[in-house]
Nanobody
Framework: QVQLVESGGGLVQPGGSLRLSCVAS????????MGWYRQAPGKQRELVAG?????????VESAKGRFTISRDNAKNTVTIYLQMNRLKPEDTAAYYC??????????????????WGQGTQVTVSS
């Protein structure tokens, strides 16, 4: 059974930091791309960052310089992280992990896979 389980969300003040984690299991995600998406109330889900199996990354413009995606391929699970620094109120959203995706050569695009986590809420507010 495929599972993607996110954690690490919470309430943080503007300018603060959070580190999100997603543990993916039940399939061999070590050979696939993984990504982070977010969805704010009333808005469409949007890509934040993606990472290929080899570590190539793709960031949306709003995340560049503030967020860092990384991954750890263990024997039966893959864990991806999203380190978020200098958080802004507009970063407030539910953040979702995506699995079995792909990063295009050169990192111009991240193509989402079929697997999603349940989401973790990030609220940036004073």
């Amino acid at each position: 059974q495929v599972q993607l389980v996110e954690s690490g969300g919470g309430l943080v003040q503007p300018g603060g930091s959070l580190r999100l984690s997603c543990v993916a299991s039940g399939s061999d995600f070590s050979l696939s791309g993984m990504g982070w998406y977010r969805q704010a109330p009333g808005k469409q889900r949007e890509l934040v960052a993606g990472i290929s199996s080899s570590g190539e990354t793709k960031y949306v413009e709003s995340a560049k310089g503030r967020f860092t995606i990384s991954r750890d391929n263990a024997k039966n699970t893959v864990t991806i992280y999203l380190q978020m620094n200098r958080l802004k109120p507009e970063d407030t959203a539910a953040y979702y992990c995506n699995g079995d995706g792909a990063v295009s050569p050169g990192g111009d695009y991240y193509f989402p896979g079929d697997y999603w986590g349940q989401g973790t809420q990030v609220t940036v507010s004073s």
